[in-house]
């Protein structure tokens, strides 16, 4: 079973409109999330990163959320622009992992119409 | 642009080939991780360099294998293909191998497997 939930797993916004993404995930002891954007064909761009004393971080038109205690984290996207159309992929990081192993999200695929 | 660069951008194979992917990390990054992409779904962590010596491994079965060279650059090697390899391979490059540094992913390579 994935331990990094996404949903929806799709949705079509209008230009200029707000939407919010959410993940779950069951990773613990928690390191901290991650939220990608992946172009189609491209690889994914780092958004933001949370650690656990985090509650919200900010990146232009992009807020992040993650309350740790629930284990949630949200992605809002603010005023959407045509290219904000793109997978957006949520990575958990535990603990335990020494090294560099994520936990991916399926990701939520984003489409802004005019 | 992140400065990771991943050759070649396309490859078709046929079932039971072998195939060599590679990627050219950020300067001054030592760690290198792979990841396959099916369609749809988030990354999957295949496994890490970090000096280059093998430094983590996702479930990948053996026939999957890597090498890193003193330039930090890295190859990943796919031994008798199967149609399920088909996918899209990002490899990421990071100054350290711990969670808590930034990976920076490339543009990826897209196997199809016949």
């Given at each position: 079973?994935?331990q990094?939930?996404?949903?929806?797993q799709?949705?079509?916004?209008?230009?200029g409109?707000?939407?919010?993404?959410?993940?779950?995930?069951?990773?613990?002891?928690?390191?901290?999330?991650?939220?990608y954007?992946?172009?189609?064909?491209?690889?994914?761009?780092s958004?933001?990163?949370?650690?656990?004393?985090?509650?919200?971080?900010?990146?232009g038109?992009?807020?992040?959320?993650?309350?740790?205690?629930?284990?949630?984290?949200?992605?809002?996207?603010?005023?959407?622009?045509?290219?904000?159309?793109?997978?957006y992929?949520?990575?958990?990081?535990?603990?335990?992992d020494?090294?560099?192993?994520?936990?991916?999200?399926?990701?939520?695929q984003?489409?802004?119409t005019? | 642009?992140?400065?990771?660069?991943?050759?070649p951008?396309?490859?078709?194979?046929?079932?039971?080939?072998?195939?060599?992917?590679?990627?050219s990390?950020?300067?001054?990054?030592?760690?290198?991780s792979?990841?396959q992409?099916?369609?749809?779904?988030?990354?999957?962590?295949?496994?890490?360099?970090?000096?280059?010596?093998?430094?983590?491994?996702?479930?990948?079965?053996?026939?999957?294998?890597?090498?890193?060279?003193?330039?930090?650059?890295?190859e990943l090697n796919?031994?008798?293909?199967?149609?399920d390899?088909?996918?899209l391979?990002?490899?990421?490059?990071s100054l350290?191998?711990?969670?808590?540094?930034?990976q920076?992913?490339g543009?990826?390579?897209?196997?199809?497997?016949?």
């Open positions: 079973k994935n990094v939930e996404q949903s929806p799709s949705l079509i916004i209008l230009e409109k707000n939407c919010t993404l959410q993940c779950n995930y069951t990773v613990s002891p928690f390191s901290n999330l991650r939220w954007k992946q172009d189609t064909g491209r690889g994914p761009v958004l933001t990163i949370m650690t656990f004393s985090e509650n919200t971080k900010s990146n038109r992009y807020t992040a959320t993650l309350d740790a205690d629930t284990k949630q984290s949200s992605l809002h996207i603010t005023a959407s622009q045509l290219s904000d159309s793109a997978s992929i949520c990575v958990v990081s535990g603990k335990t020494s090294w560099g192993k994520f936990q991916f999200g399926a990701g939520t984003v489409v802004v005019p | 642009e992140t400065g990771v660069t991943q050759s951008t396309h490859l078709i194979k046929t079932r039971g080939q072998q195939v060599t992917l590679r990627c990390s950020q300067s001054g990054h030592n760690t290198v792979w990841y992409q099916a369609l749809g779904q988030g990354p999957q962590f295949i496994f890490q360099y970090y000096r280059e010596e093998e430094n983590g491994r996702g479930n990948f079965p053996p026939r999957f294998s890597g090498l890193q060279f003193p330039n930090y650059s890295s796919v031994n008798a293909l199967e149609l390899d088909s996918a391979y990002l490899c990421a490059s350290a191998g711990t969670s808590d540094y930034e920076y992913f543009p990826g390579t897209r196997l199809t497997v016949t």
